[in-house]
C-alpha cells in the first residue's frame, strides 16, 4: 500500500468542511442539541466550563480529514466511482466501525441510548455525505 496520487485531497478537504458544518447545525438548538445536552446529562455551564474550542475545533478537524481520507482510499480499493456506491461505502464504515464502537464505549461509559442515537445519526449523515463526495469527485 502506498500512498497515491489518486485520492482527491480537495474533496478530503472539502468533506471535512462540510462535516463541521453539519455538526454545527445537528447540535445546534434548531435541530438535537438540546436532546443532546438532555442525554449528555450535564448542564450547559458544566460543559462550557472546560471547553477548549482551538483545541476541540481543531482535532476535530483534523480527525475528519483523516476519516474522509480513509474512506477516498477505500474508494480507491473498492472502485466506488458513483454517489451510490459512495454512499453505500460510507454506511458500511459508520455501520461495521462506528456505530458499533460508539455502543461499545457507550454501555461501558453507561452512556444512555439515546446519545448514541444522536451522534449516531449526526455520523451517519457524515459517512453517507462522504460517500457521495467521494464516489461523485473521483
Not at 77 to 104: D, H, K, S
Amino acid at each position: 500500500m502506498t500512498l497515491s496520487s489518486d485520492v482527491n485531497y480537495l474533496a478530503v478537504l472539502v468533506c471535512a468542511i462540510v462535516a463541521m458544518g453539519i455538526g454545527s447545525f445537528w447540535y445546534s438548538p434548531f435541530l438535537l442539541g438540546k436532546m443532546w445536552l438532555d442525554s449528555m446529562e450535564k448542564s450547559e455551564e458544566e460543559i462550557r466550563k472546560d471547553f477548549k474550542p482551538i483545541k476541540t475545533y481543531g482535532i476535530s478537524f483534523i480527525s475528519y480529514l483523516i476519516i474522509a481520507y480513509s474512506i477516498a482510499r477505500l474508494t480507491i480499493y473498492v472502485n466506488a466511482t458513483t454517489v451510490t456506491e459512495g454512499m453505500r461505502l460510507g454506511f458500511l464504515c459508520w455501520f461495521g466501525f462506528t456505530l458499533t464502537t460508539m455502543t461499545i464505549n457507550a454501555l461501558f461509559e453507561g452512556k444512555s441510548l439515546r446519545l448514541v442515537l444522536v451522534d449516531g445519526g449526526y455520523h451517519l449523515i457524515v459517512f453517507l455525505v462522504y460517500g457521495i463526495i467521494l464516489g461523485a469527485w473521483r
